[in-house]
């Protein structure tokens, strides 16, 4: 008997854990949008790996914007009490990745998206609506399936 309330109480925190990475990524998401990001997508992964909750992913235009949308997140993320573990890819900006442990912030240049296409890597997972969030600040919604 007990265990199996331990497993109810196992499985609500970790509901709990991946609504948290998806509130934060929708926080990041709106700040990517803030900042110009283009098509922003936000994969819940949750039910196909145990690893990471989500994939935020964002397309930048130059280098100075996929810092500022970086600096702009991690700032943010930080003052939400999320820890960053490592960013990678920052010097080169042809693809920035920020791991949050729960959260994995990919911003890329277009090519580099294109190439490495997580969408389609991970085509089965859950696209998080983000058109409200989006529409606020003015971004259109993704148009990627």
Same mark, same amino acid.
């Given at each position: 008997?007990?265990?199996?309330? &331990?497993?109810?109480?196992?499985?609500?925190?970790?509901?709990?854990?991946?609504?948290?990475?998806?509130?934060?990524?929708?926080?990041?998401? +709106?700040?990517?949008?803030?900042?110009?990001?283009?098509?922003?997508?936000?994969?819940?992964?949750?039910?196909?790996?145990?690893?990471?909750?989500?994939?935020?992913?964002?397309?930048?235009?130059? +280098?100075?914007?996929?810092?500022?949308?970086?600096?702009?997140?991690?700032?943010?993320?930080?003052?939400?009490?999320? &820890? +960053?573990?490592?960013? &990678?890819?920052?010097?080169?900006?042809?693809?920035?990745?920020?791991?949050?442990?729960?959260?994995?912030?990919?911003?890329?240049?277009?090519?580099?998206?294109?190439?490495?296409?997580?969408?389609?890597?991970?085509?089965?997972?859950?696209?998080?609506?983000?058109?409200?969030?989006?529409?606020?600040?003015?971004?259109?919604? &993704?148009?990627?399936?």
């Amino acid at each position: 008997m007990s265990t199996v309330k &331990s497993d109810l109480t196992t499985l609500a925190n970790n509901a709990q854990t991946v609504a948290d990475s998806i509130e934060s990524a929708k926080v990041a998401a +709106r700040i990517a949008a803030e900042n110009k990001g283009q098509d922003i997508v936000l994969l819940d992964l949750s039910q196909q790996t145990s690893i990471f909750d989500c994939f935020l992913i964002v397309t930048g235009t130059s +280098r100075r914007q996929l810092h500022a949308i970086a600096e702009e997140i991690d700032r943010e993320l930080k003052q939400r009490g999320e &820890s +960053r573990i490592t960013m &990678s890819g920052y010097n080169e900006s042809q693809w920035i990745a920020i791991d949050y442990g729960g959260i994995i912030v990919h911003l890329f240049d277009q090519e580099h998206r294109q190439y490495y296409d997580l969408e389609g890597l991970w085509g089965d997972s859950r696209r998080v609506d983000l058109e409200a969030i989006l529409i606020s600040t003015g971004a259109r919604p &993704s148009n990627r399936n």
